[in-house]
């Protein structure tokens, strides 16, 4: 009877926390369920992070409501855990508690200057309307932008500037030219192949790089068909392989973006190089038990790496694992 009326907490209502929402209803009928979230809109980064040309992915929120839809977890928005309500307060009435809450900071670079440019959770989160979004320092009438980083944010990034004109918070930029800085070589990039192929449909901006040497794999192989093009027309895009940002330089403002290779005009630089974790009352999350009862999944548990299914997958096996591990 005891495991019919079993209670379990999840802190965030990301991907993480509603997979794990709903495998715990499913495994458990009659479990209460409660899912607490600091914002007063769910989804996590599927609402803040993904990016808003990509409707599909977003569209997943219909998937991820459906244990609240159908009454087999209650959501209680703007509730900060650690603010609001204490972590240990929670441990206490619950009979065990998940942290789902991401990894929310933008990791920084450690080079001068860097207040000048615009980390990409921050700059993301603006563009989707987060409450909490702070606009960058200069938009109307920039002519070039730098991206920094080698995974799929920076390309989100680089394609949404290059589409500005059809977004609206973007639409006063001026953008003749965008540089993307890319610590890798092309054979070490974690571009996924479909992003890079959508930086190869745009209409309004082309990829603009070298040909270069035998690297291989998918992306690669994507990189290597950009190189055989001929101009195009619009934004060039251009890829700096191999090249470090050393420093944003400007007085007040940014001017220009010092590389290991050269310096590079800019008046908007958005660094995609990853997020970290915060703790909670103390507690750093990290997968998937952090200490006996408490529990964690998603980003908290396992870093800012892998695509929205991997936490459908984490989210399922966590569930078996925290409902093991119910006092008989
Ligand atoms: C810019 C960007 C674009 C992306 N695009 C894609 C994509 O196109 N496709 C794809 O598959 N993946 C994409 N991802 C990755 C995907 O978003 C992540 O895999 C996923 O969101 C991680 O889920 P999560 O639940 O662990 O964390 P999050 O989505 O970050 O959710 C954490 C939740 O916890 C809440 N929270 C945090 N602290 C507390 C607290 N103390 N109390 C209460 N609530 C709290 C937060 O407000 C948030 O709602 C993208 C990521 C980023 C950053």
Same mark, same amino acid.
């Given at each position: 009877?005891?495991?019919? #009326?079993?209670?379990?907490?999840?802190?965030?209502?990301?991907?993480?926390?509603?997979?794990?929402?709903?495998?715990?209803?499913?495994?458990?009928? +009659?479990?209460?369920? !409660?899912?607490?979230?600091?914002?007063?809109?769910?989804?996590?980064?599927?609402?803040?992070?993904?990016?808003?040309?990509?409707?599909?992915?977003?569209?997943?929120?219909?998937?991820?409501?459906?244990?609240?839809?159908?009454?087999?977890?209650?959501?209680?928005?703007?509730?900060? @855990?650690?603010?609001?309500?204490?972590?240990?307060?929670?441990?206490?009435?619950?009979?065990?508690?998940?942290?789902?809450?991401?990894?929310?900071? !933008?990791?920084?670079?450690?080079?001068?200057?860097?207040?000048?440019?615009?980390?990409?959770?921050?700059?993301?989160?603006?563009?989707?309307?987060?409450?909490?979004?702070?606009?960058?320092?200069?938009?109307? +009438?920039?002519?070039?932008?730098?991206?920094?980083?080698?995974?799929? @944010?920076?390309?989100?990034?680089?394609?949404?500037?290059?589409?500005?004109?059809?977004?609206?918070?973007?639409?006063?930029?001026?953008?003749?030219?965008?540089?993307?800085?890319?610590?890798?070589?092309?054979?070490?990039?974690?571009?996924?192949?479909?992003?890079?192929?959508?930086?190869?449909?745009? #209409?309004?901006?082309?990829?603009?790089?070298?040909?270069?040497?035998?690297?291989?794999?998918?992306?690669?192989?994507?990189?290597?068909?950009?190189?055989?093009?001929?101009?195009?027309?619009?934004?060039?895009?251009?890829?700096?392989?191999? #090249?470090?940002?050393?420093?944003?330089?400007?007085?007040?403002?940014?001017?220009?973006?010092?590389? !290991?290779?050269? @310096?590079?005009?800019?008046?908007?630089?958005?660094?995609?190089? +990853?997020?970290?974790?915060?703790?909670?009352?103390?507690?750093?999350?990290?997968?998937?038990?952090?200490?006996?009862?408490?529990?964690?999944?998603?980003?908290?548990?396992?870093?800012?790496?892998?695509?929205?299914?991997?936490?459908?997958?984490?989210?399922?096996?966590?569930?078996?694992?925290?409902?093991?591990?119910?006092?008989?």
């Amino acid at each position: 009877e005891a495991a019919l #009326t079993a209670r379990f907490a999840i802190v965030g209502s990301g991907p993480a926390g509603c997979y794990l929402a709903d495998a715990l209803a499913r495994a458990m009928n +009659g479990a209460v369920i !409660d899912v607490f979230e600091r914002l007063d809109e769910p989804f996590g980064l599927v609402r803040f992070g993904v990016a808003p040309d990509h409707e599909a992915t977003r569209a997943i929120a219909r998937v991820l409501r459906r244990p609240f839809d159908r009454g087999a977890a209650s959501l209680h928005l703007g509730v900060e @855990v650690g603010r609001d309500i204490g972590l240990n307060a929670l441990r206490r009435n619950y009979d065990a508690v998940a942290l789902a809450t991401g990894a929310p900071l !933008d990791r920084r670079l450690d080079v001068p200057g860097e207040e000048l440019a615009e980390p990409s959770g921050r700059f993301i989160r603006w563009i989707n309307g987060h409450p909490e979004a702070v606009p960058p320092a200069r938009l109307t +009438g920039a002519r070039r932008a730098v991206v920094i980083g080698a995974g799929n @944010v920076a390309l989100d990034a680089v394609r949404l500037l290059a589409k500005h004109r059809e977004i609206d918070c973007l639409n006063p930029l001026a953008l003749e030219r965008i540089d993307l800085l890319i610590r890798a070589g092309p054979e070490d990039v974690r571009f996924s192949p479909a992003e890079l192929l959508e930086i190869g449909e745009l #209409t309004t901006a082309w990829p603009d790089l070298d040909i270069f040497g035998d690297a291989t794999g998918e992306a690669a192989a994507v990189l290597a068909d950009f190189a055989a093009r001929t101009p195009g027309r619009g934004i060039p895009i251009r890829f700096h392989f191999r #090249t470090q940002a050393t420093a944003f330089l400007g007085a007040g403002r940014l001017e220009a973006v010092g590389t !290991d290779r050269s @310096v590079l005009p800019a008046d908007l630089a958005v660094t995609c190089i +990853g997020y970290e974790k915060a703790a909670i009352d103390g507690v750093w999350p990290t997968g998937p038990e952090p200490e006996p009862g408490l529990y964690a999944v998603g980003w908290a548990a396992r870093g800012p790496t892998g695509t929205i299914p991997t936490n459908r997958a984490e989210a399922r096996a966590l569930a078996q694992r925290m409902i093991a591990g119910l006092e008989p």
